[in-house]
């Protein structure tokens, strides 16, 4: 009878006295949530901003780090592995990954090192190399540590300026104000992006948040995508119309008596 007592005011000391809330809260933004491409369209930057806004009863920690990541539409992807063979190079193998990030960004006050441990990093999946790209290996999906496919893929991308980790790419204007720059590249895939922020303090997560926008094609670009997917049929013989078309006007301009 008294253990039960005893229980029972434990847990309404609890229930009194409850876990007292974070003392930082993390609010961010963009300068646009909507990217038109356009014929012209070379790239673009965002800038992504923000504050850690404190409530004024918890212990506020400090100094803060940020790190901001980006992650573009998914779609499958496949790598090949070419070889020379009796003097012509030929494709020997090949790897598919299951829907990985089209555009992946890492943005950081530092580097991730120096913000939290390695552990942390691998468990909060921060960072290009702690990022999951699973496979499709004999049937089945995983992941191979030290793949050669991953490593061909990320170094790939990163070429094309789809995957970056930048470790002081976030910063902060006063102690809690910080901003960030996005690059976003000619050929950058649309469709719907994320971007997660994350506030650490001491190597800890301590808060966060996220945004998004959307990149989509506008004028006659998007009017060709649209023929394309609704009407392919017809997209394709208007598309074989005009190379021959072209091909003859070619040779009547370029005719010789």
């Not at 530092?110 to 390695?118: F, G, K, M, N, V």
């Not at 072209?246 to 301009?253: E, N």
């Amino acid at each position: 009878m008294r253990y039960a007592l005893a229980v029972a005011l434990v847990v309404a000391g609890f229930l009194a006295d409850p876990v007292p809330a974070a003392a930082e809260r993390l609010v961010a933004s963009l300068t646009n949530h909507r990217v038109m491409i356009t014929s012209n369209y070379t790239g673009v930057e965002l800038v992504l901003f923000g504050t850690v806004e404190r409530d004024g009863v918890g212990v506020a920690r400090g100094p803060y780090d940020i790190v901001a990541t980006v992650i573009g539409p998914r779609d499958s992807l496949r790598t090949r592995r070419k070889q020379r063979v009796l003097g012509i190079w030929v494709n020997t193998s090949a790897r598919t990954f299951i829907d990985p990030p089209s555009y992946l960004a890492v943005l950081a006050s530092r580097p991730l090192d120096a913000i939290t441990s390695a552990d942390n990093q691998r468990r909060l999946q921060l960072g290009i190399a702690d990022t999951p790209l699973p496979e499709l290996i004999n049937n089945d999906i995983g992941e191979v540590s030290n793949d050669p496919f991953r490593v061909a893929l990320v170094r790939l991308l990163r070429e094309r300026g789809l995957y970056s980790e930048e470790p002081n790419a976030v910063t902060f204007l006063t102690p809690t104000l910080f901003r960030a720059a996005i690059s976003l590249p000619a050929q950058v895939p649309i469709g719907n992006y994320i971007v997660d922020v994350k506030l650490f303090a001491d190597g800890n997560l301590i808060a966060h948040t996220d945004s998004a926008f959307e990149i989509v094609k506008v004028g006659f670009e998007q009017f060709v995508v649209d023929a394309a997917r609704e009407h392919g049929l017809l997209y394709g013989l208007a598309t074989a119309m005009m190379a021959l078309l072209t091909g003859w006007i070619a040779s009547v301009a370029f005719r010789r008596d």
